[in-house]
């Protein structure tokens, strides 16, 4: 759940990159003159730190600990961008650098590892001496995907494979590897829920979002964003793994729910619909049938024939036509046209109806966007490229009701006591009992 925006030509304002840590309850942002901290709940900034001869284009947290990786970035980089940088900010200064030939991409951490991905690689090292364990090829990977499992008892790794298309997942507990044909387009994104055992996928098209048993690779479920392509910019599990959320460039995040269960307050009358159909609608879209999950190519034929759903208006994903499906999906729990799986012969239904439908939206959001899921289950969380935070409540299903809007980066003096940003020790995120034990260790140098 990270934003790079060093190379955005439309970032009109300081923020270079945005990220949550591990568990979302904080988020960071590389700016072009250092980076900064944020708490998500409370909101209020908690830490910064200005460099005055340079910018940080990625900020990689270590949960709320002290030791962050950070890369150059920027017009003015503080760093070189094939530089990564174990920052320890009790010390104040770096302790351990990896230097590269190309361009770092991306940077994932956890208490035992630390990831790196190039263009074409992807590096794993173990955190406490930073000692390369593991490297691997992959297709083209400009955009720096890669997701890694924080739960320790899980050592999960994902990224791209050498096809378009493919994801590779590293089960490094069992030394066992997954490979996945998620789409027949390029990915755009994906994302591992809490404990690794499942992923989500979008490819380039952003017509679909499809789950996958990481073990096995078997397909679990299929998430129709639109009709329309969209530029997926982000997809979320929430730490239960029972809803998914993503943003794309149609200003719109998506919440679908994987099991059929509801948001645990605001239960309407909708409720008895919901449940009594939650069973059956998770045995029939256990699978995508004996021929394997829908192809991406489907799209354009689903386009042309474009059917109603129950609520009225037609499923064509612009505008008012998106809003109506949506609608109509808030009194059926997501589940959308599937329930025609029921009724009609399995021969009579296209692939199209394998897809389910988001239950809420969150609306209006404006460029470029990261979502995450709240502290209160109930709750989402986007961080935006102009420097909006919002937290929407999805309870009631629908449009999702706004709790708060802060703009973070344009009134920051105004927003937050010149007290609370003296330092992040101060404003107890700090836990030293999450850093590694042996990070002291970190002072040398390892060089690809």
Known sequence: MTMNLSND???????????????????????????????????????????????????????????LAIVGGGRNPRYPPNKVMIWDDHQNKCIGELKFRTEVHAVRLRRDRVVVVLESKVFVYRFKDLKLLDQI????????????????????????????????????DIAKATLIKAHDADLAQFALNAD????????????????????????????????????????????????????????????????????????NNNAEIENSD?????????????????????????RNNAPSTPGGGTSGATGNNETNSNTSNKLMGGKGINFLKGILPGSLVPKYFESEWSFAQVRGIEGRSICAF??????????SADGTFIVSSFDEGGDCARISTAKFLRNREEMIPEEDAVSWNASGLVNTGSAPQQVGSLGGMAQI
């Open 278 to 302: 939650s069973s059956r609608n998770a045995t029939m879209n256990n699978k995508h049938g004996a021929d394997g999950p829908a192809s991406d190519t489907n799209d354009a034929s689903s």
């Open 374 to 383: 709240g502290k209160d289950p109930s709750r989402i969380v986007v961080v």
């Open 137 to 172: 090829t992959t297709v083209a990977n400009p955009k720096g995907l890669v997701a890694l499992c924080s739960e320790a008892k899980n050592n999960v790794l994902a990224v791209p494979g050498l096809n378009r298309g493919i994801i590779r997942i590293e089960l490094y």
């Open 196 to 267: 690794g055992s499942k992923i989500a996928s979008a490819s380039e098209k952003g017509t679909l979002i499809r789950i996958w048993n990481c073990h096995n690779g078997d397909p679990l479920r299929e998430l129709r964003r639109g009709m329309d392509r969209a530029e997926i910019y982000c997809i979320a599990f929430n730490p239960a793994s029972t809803f998914v959320a993503c943003s794309s460039d149609k200003g719109t995040v998506h919440i679908y729910s994987v099991t059929g269960a509801l948001p645990p307050k605001g239960r």
């Open 9 to 67: 030509a439309q970032n009109n304002n300081e923020m270079l990159f945005a990220g949550f840590n591990q568990d979302s309850g904080c988020f960071a942002c590389g700016t072009t003159n250092g980076f900064i901290i944020y708490n998500v709940d409370p909101f209020r900034e908690t830490f910064k730190r200005i460099f005055p001869n340079g910018g940080i284009g990625i900020v990689e947290m270590l949960f709320r600990c002290n030791i």
